[in-house]
């Protein structure tokens, strides 16, 4: 069966006795053979039979279990069985898998109406927990020495792991195989302890506070909630330094802090020992989206209105700039990524980032990060504010920056000046804080030079009624006037009582520009307008399409004059 894992488990068995002896099945008795120096044999009479050889475990089945924790599998005192579907269980809500027939999620509300995330795994005999712990080290003696591979090239197939698992075990069950294969890849390739919860694409956020702390969920439907996971000991400083690894960065004392991203695509955050955290190491992951958020997308959360968006295309088609205003977990980066989705197909893209998280479907598009040396007296640090001075010099038609928040402002906002597009990203509550953080420091930026900004997006975090929602709650229009004064009008506006956008002003002077330079009547103007929403909100209401159709459409649309593309 299926066992809950407990809060801290390390997979170790029960047992004190100083010399603990298991009966090695079958098979795997080969075992014995690779490491013949572990192996003592006693000679039994059992019932006046032949004698039997038994594999005496060093110490007990907790120096075992403790010595190869990486594995970190719940060891079972039955053969375990997989479930055809998960159990609910008393106060179950919701239950779905991870790893299909292999582990699954548990969300449970208590007595006191507290949400609960657990994770069940398969649970191993001790036999086979021993024959994994084995295997593990043969699998990894192979790939350190026997066969060299790129970063993160290490693949275990199902199909590889077979005569490896038949050399040790031949008998052992094929329903078997494939837990020891699950916790084989969990652990090779994967994430250990919380790699279940990087397959749960329900996750935005995974964070662990320190040693004896459960792990914390951020979850799209149920917003945060502990799990049942929880590191012990010097546990979470191994797990740490592991996740650096797979980041390709180093972690230390002398530097125990790492902003960073993994081979996924998602963003990590990792303090190390107790230096700057009284409870130890800890981390934070924010999951890369399998799936590039799309203006569709935008729409199907709430976040904005088919009309807005249809304003912000138009806008974006006719190469206005913008910066998309809001605090932490609003999802300024998703809003940023679904509007370039209306930048024309083949344009020339240039994105700059900490750490990648633009997912664009453009063939012309040049993706570029930075790169931090986090040892002391390196050199090679490639800060944005020397990616955005390389970009100038590649033609680019649109520059896409994660977000602004020093020097690379201002060569930012001279690039708005000598005719390049560009969106960015902005960390603000509103757009009175949004402009006096671009012109006070560190970031100062000319007045004059703002009013080459055309559009300010501003996006918050909300609590609503059945949970939390990302809302756009405002958008205006940039300006300075004659007098050298930055004027911000609001076009659209959110009401949080109906949860609709509504228009606050017919005077754009984005709208009037777009059609003045492409011989525009007014009603033209307003018919592009409804025509566009038109066509997003149709594309909602039936389901929405893939990514390469959805940007088909709208490159065919741009150009398609009066006429629907379909």
Not at 317 to 340: C, D, P
Not at 389 to 405: D, H, N, S, T, Y
């Amino acid at each position: 069966m299926l066992r809950r894992r407990e809060q801290g488990s390390t997979g170790e068995a029960d047992g004190d006795t100083s010399t603990e002896r298991l009966r090695i099945p079958g098979g795997i008795r080969g075992l014995t053979e690779r490491f013949r120096h572990r192996e003592q044999n006693s000679t039994e009479k059992s019932d006046g039979g032949a004698p039997t050889k038994r594999l005496r475990v060093p110490g007990s089945f907790r120096v075992l279990t403790a010595r190869f924790r990486a594995t970190d599998a719940p060891v079972a005192d039955t053969a375990p069985e997989i479930p055809f579907l998960p159990p609910g269980g008393n106060g179950a809500i919701n239950t779905y898998w991870l790893s299909p027939g292999l582990a699954y999620a548990v969300i449970t509300r208590d007595e006191n109406s507290s949400l609960k995330y657990e994770v069940f795994e398969p649970t191993l005999e001790p036999s086979e927990y021993i024959l994994l712990t084995e295997a593990h080290d043969y699998i990894r003696d192979v790939f350190l020495f026997d066969s060299p591979r790129e970063k993160n090239e290490v693949n275990l197939t199902y199909d590889d792991v077979v005569p490896i698992l038949r050399r040790f075990a031949p008998k052992l069950a094929e329903d078997r195989i494939a837990v020891l294969h699950y916790y084989l890849k969990r652990n090779f390739q994967g994430f250990g302890r919380i790699d279940p919860l990087m397959h749960d694409d329900y996750l935005e956020d995974i964070s662990c506070n320190g040693v004896g702390t459960p792990v914390y969920v951020y979850h799209r439907l149920y917003e945060s909630m502990p799990t049942n996971i929880a590191f012990m000991g010097d546990e979470l400083n191994r797990f740490v330094l592991k996740i650096a690894q797979k980041a390709d960065r180093q972690i230390s004392l002398t530097t125990p802090l790492v902003d960073a991203a993994l081979p996924d695509g998602s963003r990590i955050q990792l303090t190390f020992s107790d230096i700057v955290s009284t409870r130890g190491s800890s981390f934070t992951v924010r999951k890369f989206r399998k799936d590039p958020m799309t203006p569709v997308s935008l729409i199907e959360y709430g976040t904005y209105s088919p009309e807005v968006l249809a304003y912000i295309w138009l806008a974006v088609e006719n190469r206005k700039s913008l910066i998309v205003v809001g605090g932490t977990a609003s999802g300024k980066t998703s809003t940023m990524n679904a509007i370039s989705f209306f930048i024309p197909h083949h344009s020339k893209i240039v994105s700059i980032e900490d750490t990648r998280e633009i997912q664009l479907p453009h063939e012309n598009w040049l993706p570029t990060q930075t790169r931090e040396i986090n040892v002391r007296g390196s050199k090679g640090d490639v800060d944005m504010f020397a990616l955005l001075k390389a970009a100038l010099r590649q033609r680019p038609e649109f520059i896409i920056v994660g977000e602004v928040r020093g020097r690379e402002a201002q060569t930012l906002f001279q690039a708005m000046n000598t005719g390049h597009t560009t969106f960015s990203t902005l960390h603000a509550g509103s757009i009175d804080e949004a402009i006096n953080r671009l012109v006070s420091d560190p970031i100062n930026v000319p007045t004059a030079m703002l009013g080459a900004l055309d559009l300010m997006v501003i996006q918050s975090l909300h609590y609503l009624n059945d949970g939390t929602a990302r809302r756009c709650d405002s958008l205006h229009e940039i300006r300075v006037d004659r007098g050298r004064e930055i004027v911000h009008d609001c076009l659209y506006r959110w009401n949080p009582f109906t949860d609709e956008f509504h228009r606050e002003s017919t005077d754009s002077h984005v709208l009037d520009d777009i059609a003045r330079r492409r011989g525009w009547s007014a009603d033209k103007l307003e018919r592009e307008l409804a025509r566009r929403a038109e066509f997003l909100a149709r594309i909602h209401a039936d389901g929405g399409i893939d990514v390469d159709e959805l940007i088909r459409r709208i490159a065919a649309f741009g150009g398609a004059g009066d006429a629907d593309p379909e």
